[in-house]
């Protein structure tokens, strides 16, 4: 019974997403190990670049495909372990990166939005005062002593300092940073203020200082 309801739903969720999807699925559950192919189009994000390669957005697998097949981008790398996508006329490996084929102006930010992964990414994910793993923001002038939450007072910091800290400044227990914070810069960043895990293909595309 239990098995019969999950391909149920399974039928049902091929059935929302379309055709695309069912070629998804079919080459998945003959492959080992299988996976869910809603899964597939929910959690996937492929990088998509300007034409001038400046990444721009990390999109929906789903909707990458359909610029694909609607000849607004072209596939830059492949997933060569990903699914065969089918369409009425043409087959794709699943993309980790395509571009645009025409070039898209992008609206000028002066200044890059501070979010939790993008701070750690600046950080390379180390404390700023010891150089462990961090795992949490601290405030270097504390926020209960006037400090800002802004680029140059927050750095990535491990429980062990940033519990040993407290509510005090460095000068009060003798401590100094690694290295100044500082507001990143590049376009770039506006991505990675938004997205938590790098696919390893699209680290090339992010210079000019990033993690």
């Not at 992008?106 to 979010?115: G, H």
């Not at 992964?117 to 795992?135: E, I, N």
Request: with cysteine.
């Amino acid at each position: 019974m239990a098995a019969r309801n999950r391909n149920r739903a399974r039928r049902a969720t091929v059935s929302r997403l379309g055709p695309v999807a069912a070629s998804v699925q079919h080459r998945t559950e003959n492959s080992a190990p299988p996976r869910d192919p809603a899964s597939v189009w929910s959690r996937r994000r492929v990088l998509l670049l300007n034409a001038t390669y400046e990444p721009l957005t990390a999109l929906p697998l789903r909707r990458a495909v359909v610029m694909l097949l609607c000849g607004k981008a072209e596939v830059v790398h492949e997933d060569p372990s990903g699914a065969l996508i089918h369409s009425a006329s043409c087959a794709i490996t699943t993309p980790t990166v395509i571009r645009l084929r025409v070039y898209v102006r992008v609206p000028y930010r002066a200044r890059t939005p501070m979010t939790r992964a993008a701070l750690m990414h600046r950080d390379g994910f180390r404390c700023g005062y010891c150089g462990a793993k961090a795992d949490t923001i601290d405030h270097v002038v504390p926020r209960s002593r006037g400090g800002e939450h802004s680029w140059e007072n927050c750095v990535a910091c491990c429980s062990s300092c940033n519990h040993r800290k407290a509510d005090r400044l460095l000068a009060e227990i003798g401590w100094t940073l690694r290295s100044a914070p500082k507001s990143p810069t590049g376009a770039h960043w506006r991505l990675l203020s938004t997205v938590k895990d790098l696919d390893p293909a699209w680290e090339r595309y992010f210079s000019d200082g990033a993690a």
